[in-house]
């Protein structure tokens, strides 16, 4: 799974036990990301809807939640991902614009990024196992890059996994149904047909997720996009519609309790944490103003991400600024009805 900003990684046990103790039967998961939390649900026999706006995001969705592991052929998967690991690599957008511009990859291995992509494109374009090829992909460049887990910078000097040959997997897959949406979240939510659980996850602050992953992007449209800057920035990161109302702070809080106003579920789980824009308080005001019998706030210590932790660097590898501090508290919110809410919280709060 990709090294990557706001994962729930760590608190995916407490979620599971979340959904576990509401007795849910479907679930939603609004800004799947990664779908580390969607994978979770549907692991339990939930019918899962993960949704997100990112083009690499959806793609994750369509391989690890709308993919039933039962209908895939694994011996033709195995098949494809060899051949595509036996392709020899050539110079192309990737090698190019990621190896030579910028050092976010090493040229042996962005030439078979641009030889798979390519072939992707070609030869399996309209075939069910495009979203797991690109998944594989995309999980196989992560493994072999050189960054501390966003691609706003590369690291001054390549990291040591930069030098392994970089080689696809097939993709752990899921059995049971699901679905993937490609949509803008303050849109789609207003269209969702009733669940038993809707999990939000939004952006905390003014780091956008567009520009913290171009390159997955970039790498799943193929677009060849105009770039700009030290870190090859897609062009059109530039443009209006690109920016999330989530990365806002004069916008933020009034779009999020309106998505809250819009939801229509029975639970209602939120991960938030002490470093955005929305207090403690006035979450939980809003959530019971959206008419929530009962609301429960877990918390959490926690790392902050890598790159808070080593400091910020200048293109010429000078570390700028002083870290503030190295952990955080994250915060779940369980919202609902009460006989529910209080089922949910004490499956985590009675071990």
């Known amino acids: ?37 969607a994978q979770a649900f549907k692991k339990q026999g939930i019918h899962t809807t993960a949704a997100d706006i990112a083009s690499y995001s959806h793609v994750l969705a369509q391989t690890y939640i709308a993919t039933d592991a039962k209908q895939i052929d694994g011996d033709e998967l195995q098949q494809v991902i060899e051949r595509l690991n036996a392709l020899p690599g050539y110079d ?33 374009a309209h075939s069910p196992l495009r979203p797991l090829l690109l998944t594989s ?31 696809l997997r097939v993709p752990e897959l899921i059995p049971g149904p699901g ?37 997955w992007e970039t790498l799943v449209r193929w ?61 939980t005001r809003e959530l019971y103003e959206n008419g929530h019998e ?4 877990l918390e959490f210590d926690h790392a902050r991400y890598v790159g808070a932790r080593i400091g910020i660097y200048n293109p010429e590898g000078k570390k700028t600024g002083k870290i503030s501090h190295t952990r955080n508290k994250e915060w779940i919110f369980v919202a609902g009805p009460k006989d529910r809410v209080e089922a949910a919280s004490a499956a985590v709060e009675g071990e």
């Open 1 to 37: 799974m990709f090294k990557y900003l706001g994962s729930k990684r760590v608190l995916v046990p407490v979620l599971e036990k979340l959904a576990k103790g509401s007795e849910a039967k479907t679930a939603v998961d609004l800004f799947t990301g990664t779908t580390r939390v």
């Open 92 to 124: 192309g957008y990737i090698t190019r614009t990621y190896c030579e511009n910028a050092r976010f990859f090493q040229p042996h291995n962005g030439r078979r990024i641009d030889a798979i992509r390519d072939t992707i494109e070609a030869d399996y």
């Open 137 to 167: 992909l995309l999980e196989a460049a992560d493994r072999v890059d050189s960054t501390t887990g966003v691609q706003m910078a590369y690291l001054k000097k390549w990291a040591p996994r930069s030098y392994r040959n970089m080689e």
């Open 179 to 215: 679905k993937a949406i490609h949509a803008d979240a303050t849109k789609l939510v207003r269209e969702l047909p009733a669940t038993d659980l809707l999990y939000l996850d939004p952006p905390y602050n003014q780091h956008r997720y567009y520009t913290n992953y171009h390159i």
């Open 223 to 283: 677009d060849a996009p105009q770039t700009y800057g030290v870190a090859q920035k897609r062009l059109d990161a530039r443009e209006e519609h690109t920016k999330s109302i989530f990365n806002s702070k004069p916008r933020m809080k009034a779009a999020f309790f309106q998505l809250l106003q819009d939801a229509n579920a029975q639970i209602v789980v939120v991960s938030y944490n002490n470093e955005a824009w929305i207090t403690a308080e006035e979450m």
């Open 294 to 297: 009962d609301v429960r706030l």
